[in-house]
């Protein structure tokens, strides 16, 4: 799948999120659960905004897309139906 110019943003935005992962397991490998606190609210900021980016860059490339209740994206292409986010 050749990939829309407006998704290089969502993928900056992507880096960040699992940037932000990395930094949890770090802390909760070092037993510093004080310190994750403040990264689990950085990671929701984050993962929040690469949804929001993620949403523009469909928008972006006229490709059709469905915010699921569960707070997963359905989207489409090429008559093929693929969903993105999840725990």
């Known amino acids: 799948m050749k990939v829309p110019a407006g998704f290089s943003e969502h993928k900056q935005d992507f ?3 699992n940037k932000e992962r990395l930094k949890i397991l770090k802390y909760y490998q070092k037993n510093t659960k ?3 606190t403040p990264a689990l609210n950085q990671l929701y900021v984050k993962q929040e905004l ?3 980016s993620l949403i523009n860059a469909f928008k972006k ?3 059709k897309y469905k915010e699921n209740e569960d707070g997963t994206i359905q989207y489409w292409d090429q008559n093929h139906s693929y969903v993105y ?3």
């Open 15 to 17: 880096l960040e999120v």
């Open 34 to 36: 004080k310190e994750m």
């Open 50 to 52: 690469e949804k929001d």
């Open 61 to 63: 490339a006229a490709m």
């Open 85 to 87: 986010g999840g725990q």
